[in-house]
């Protein structure tokens, strides 16, 4: 899934819950070079909260550890958003896929991955038990068409 970046930037902060909020309106910043519509900065912003909260909640369960969201532009119209934490990792890729899976309790819905699939383009999930999980997601925007001078 990798191509050659024209952009990019890395945000590292602790697993705190309030640094979602934070990651969620600065991907929409990002993103807005790439001229989004409404929909696409929604389905975006959208994504990446249920990644970056899956590994707070999920990845670090007990603890506060690292996440890192990598946002690149890759060509004119595609955005590539890479979410990482070092947290205890997932034993059954697919089956944590599954919509309603989770291992949240109760309060969770189990549709983290449901949602980023349905809002992305592409979603790929790499993980180990006990090392962390790597979400790398991608989203082709519509082209726009420029203004004639």
């Not at 969770?108 to 993980?127: L, N, P, Q, W, Y």
């Amino acid at each position: 899934m990798r191509t050659k970046a024209t952009n990019e930037v890395t945000l590292t902060f602790p697993s705190l819950s309030r640094n979602e909020s934070f990651v969620r309106s600065a991907t929409a910043c990002f993103a807005a070079q790439l001229d989004p519509t409404l929909n696409e900065l929604e389905d975006i912003k959208t994504a990446v909260s249920e990644a970056v909260t899956n590994a707070i909640v999920h990845g670090y369960p007990d603890s506060i550890g690292q996440v890192t969201v990598k946002l690149r532009v890759c060509g004119e119209n595609q955005m590539e958003v890479v979410v990482k934490d070092h947290g205890r990792g997932i034993p059954d890729v697919d089956r944590a896929r599954q919509p309603m899976f989770t291992t949240g309790g109760e309060e969770r819905s189990g549709m983290g991955f449901t949602i980023m699939e349905s809002f992305m383009d592409k979603v790929a999930v790499r993980s180990a038990v006990g090392r962390g999980t790597t979400v790398v997601m991608r989203k082709r925007l519509a082209p726009r068409l420029k203004a004639v001078k």
